[in-house]
Antibody, heavy 123, light 107 residues
């Protein structure tokens, strides 16, 4: 059974940092891209970042480029999202999801999602 | 960036109704289009990928069609668990983008 579990959310002040973790099981972790998607309160879905199975390729939304860093440790089946210089508009539930083999031109969707972790940025 | 526009933004329907949700891309995306259902307070669930392929375990009342810029999601007979919000998503190019969502409410 595939499982995806996020952790690391919480309350942080503007300009601060948080590191989200996502641990997955039930599939060959290094074979698949992983991604972070966020959802602000009462709003739609926003793709944030993605990383290839090997970790060699990373991709970001313009809204977080230069502030957020996605990485993975395939020995621990874990993907991370380092969030620096947080802004009020980063407040959202952050979901980790299993992707297809690649991020771009992916012939598959995000088929397994975690339950989400809430990040609140406020002074 | 590719903009994804869904319509309608919301609709009211009854159990057993057939509904169609549309999604339009601002440029051609071939069949790199996925559909998700999100129930309140839950993570999204993948329903359809590559425009028309049913994800494993998803009931056959869901179907998708389209290519290029215009796509549809059809639910042939609404069940109580289908009253939720639906999102389309393109995986043709970075940044990946979602439509704004279609909320399906009980009439």
């Amino acid at each position: 059974e595939v499982q995806v579990l996020e952790s690391g959310g919480g309350l942080e002040q503007p300009g601060g940092s948080l590191r989200l973790s996502c641990t997955a099981s039930g599939f060959t972790f290094s074979d698949y891209a992983m991604t972070w998607v966020r959802q602000a309160p009462g709003k739609g879905l926003e793709w944030v970042a993605g990383i290839s199975g090997s970790g060699d390729s990373t991709y970001y939304a313009d809204s977080v480029k230069g502030r957020f860093t996605i990485s993975r440790d395939n020995s621990k089946n874990t993907v991370f999202l380092q969030m620096n210089n947080l802004r009020v508009e980063d407040t959202a539930v952050y979901y980790c999801a299993k992707g297809w083999v690649v991020i771009e031109r992916a012939l598959g969707g995000f088929d397994y999602w975690g339950q989400g972790t809430l990040v609140t940025v406020s002074s | 960036d590719i903009q994804m526009t869904q319509s309608p933004s919301s609709l009211s329907a009854s159990v057993g109704d057939r509904i169609i949700i549309t999604c339009r891309a601002s440029q051609t995306i071939s069949v790199y289009l996925n559909w998700y259902r999100q129930k309140p307070g839950k993570a999204p669930e993948l329903l359809i990928y590559t425009a028309s392929t049913l994800q494993h375990g998803v009931p056959s009342r869901f179907s998708g069609s389209g290519s290029g810029t215009d796509f549809t999601l059809t639910i042939s007979s609404l069940r109580p668990e289908d009253f939720a919000t639906y999102f389309c998503q393109q995986t043709y190019s970075i940044p990946l983008t979602f439509g704004g969502g279609t909320r399906v409410e009980i009439k």
